[in-house]
């Protein structure tokens, strides 16, 4: 199912959880790594790319559904975290409270450093508040943890992510992703004691 149909199937103000993990090109465009898709990266270059518009579309349709104080954790890489997201924010009721950074442990392309880590920007509905919302205290903001069976080119941190769902809601709560790519937040949701809702245009 595609994910904005999917998004407005949901009623305004359900939902205290969402992950986004939009599919861009990034730095692998500003960088132009000529051998991409050929010599590595092909199953990458395959995938069905998101337009910058398209992206907020999706925010924005998230931010509709969240509760009040609900939480958006949005996946992003360097070039983005350095561009900045804020215009993907233009139009909702989102801000950016925090930012983890996932340590995956294993080195990433790179014509200068070679990339190491992703990052989960942190959003929250408004009204902004911590207490009473944000219930775990013991969660770094550097995270390292290990992808073991890598079968999606963009997978994510079970453990973390758990940990951040865990955080701001509570069981049996809806947790949703509208772009589940290797339905990592399904997983992680479950272990919680969740219930997810999400989809992706290839499962």
């Known amino acids: 199912m595609d994910g904005l149909e999917f998004l407005s199937k949901i009623p305004s103000h359900v939902i205290p959880v969402a992950f986004f993990d939009p599919q861009y090109r990034g730095v692998l465009d500003k960088l132009a790594y000529g051998n991409e898709g050929k010599q590595r990266g092909q199953k990458r270059a395959a995938q069905m790319q998101m337009p910058e518009d398209v992206i907020g579309s999706f925010i924005r349709g998230i931010d509709r559904v969240l509760i009040p104080s609900g939480h958006l954790f949005l996946w992003v890489d360097k070039f983005h975290l350095c561009q900045g997201v804020g215009r993907w924010l233009e139009e909702t009721n989102l801000d950016i409270v925090d930012l983890v950074t996932w340590d995956k442990g ?21 009204p902004r508040k911590a207490k009473g919302v944000w219930t775990a205290h013991d969660i770094p903001d550097v995270v390292r943890e290990k992808i073991t069976q890598k079968s999606h080119t963009h997978a994510k941190p079970v453990d973390l992510q758990g940990e951040l769902l865990s955080a701001v809601s509570n069981e049996g709560d809806f947790v949703i992703d509208p772009a589940a790519g290797s339905f990592s937040v399904l997983t992680a949701a479950v272990n919680r004691g969740r219930t997810f809702l999400g989809c992706d245009l290839n499962g």
Do not use: D, K
């Not at 392309?109 to 942190?122: D, P």
């Open 106 to 126: 294993t080195f990433g392309m790179g014509y200068r450093t070679r990339r190491r880590g992703e990052y989960c920007i942190v959003l929250q509905r408004e």
